[in-house]
């Protein structure tokens, strides 16, 4: 009796492992989305979502970014409880976890004030970068790369199941994610890749609950 018990509680708890990890997007979209249209001086095709963790309020941004790693470890471990057949079951659940890991990195470490934000900060790139600025960008780049790859493992896994719609998503997700910055555009690309990675844990977290 007790092992029967024990089926529902486990299922329940990934259950609500998944729901974090796939209320992470949301979230860091609406705290993003929120702070664009009332910081002053933030102009989305100047400045990366990140800069808005600089600043007197920049805390809330390094919250979100906290919350929405968090997010992502709990996907990566509610993935490893749901997934236990098939390709890249041992894999993926790490590369989501590198993600959210990375998150939570990216908001510890902030990148640094440049191009007029926060207001009063010079209107032009910052001479040299700060060691946390560095850190802040490689957790970034870490973080992306990691779910690009989880992606791809995603991919695999479709085409030999020989689910072509979602194969064909996830390899179309992974191709953006690593698509190189453009240096003009880098702020808006940054903004682009962030709604796809949010867009993918929410449909992985969600698909999985269904399924499961």
């Known amino acids: 009796m007790a092992t029967i018990a024990a089926v529902p509680a486990k299922r329940r708890s990934s259950d609500r492992l998944l729901l974090a990890g796939g209320l992470a997007g949301p979230v860091f979209f609406a705290s993003a989305v929120t702070q664009m249209l009332t910081r002053e001086g933030?102009?989305?095709?100047?400045?990366?979502?990140?800069?808005?963790?600089?600043?007197?309020?920049?805390?809330?941004q390094i919250v979100t970014f906290v919350l929405a790693g968090l997010g992502g470890v709990a996907l990566a471990l509610g993935v490893r409880r749901t997934l236990t057949e098939g390709t890249g079951r041992r894999v993926l659940p790490i590369f989501i976890g590198i993600f959210g890991a990375g998150l939570i990195a990216a908001g510890v470490f902030t990148m640094d004030p440049e191009y007029g934000f926060p207001v009063g900060t010079p209107d032009g790139p910052v001479g040299e970068m700060s060691w946390h600025g560095i850190a802040h960008s490689a957790a970034a780049a870490i973080a992306f790369t990691a779910l690009a790859v989880a992606a791809i493992v995603l991919t695999i896994r479709h085409v030999r199941r020989r689910a072509t719609l979602p194969a064909v998503l996830n390899g179309l997700v992974a191709l953006i994610l690593l698509?190189?910055?453009?240096?003009?555009?880098?702020?808006?690309?940054?903004?682009?890749?962030?709604?796809?990675?949010?867009?993918?844990?929410?449909?992985?977290?969600?698909?999985?609950?269904?399924t499961s």
Do not use: E, K
């Not at 933030?42 to 809330?60: E, F, K, V």
């Not at 993918?200 to 999985?208: E, F, G, Y």
């Open 42 to 60: 933030y102009d989305i095709t100047r400045h990366p979502i990140s800069q808005l963790a600089t600043g007197s309020l920049g805390w809330i």
């Open 179 to 210: 698509t190189p910055m453009s240096p003009n555009h880098m702020s808006i690309q940054i903004a682009v890749n962030g709604l796809v990675a949010f867009t993918w844990t929410t449909v992985v977290a969600l698909s999985l609950r269904r």
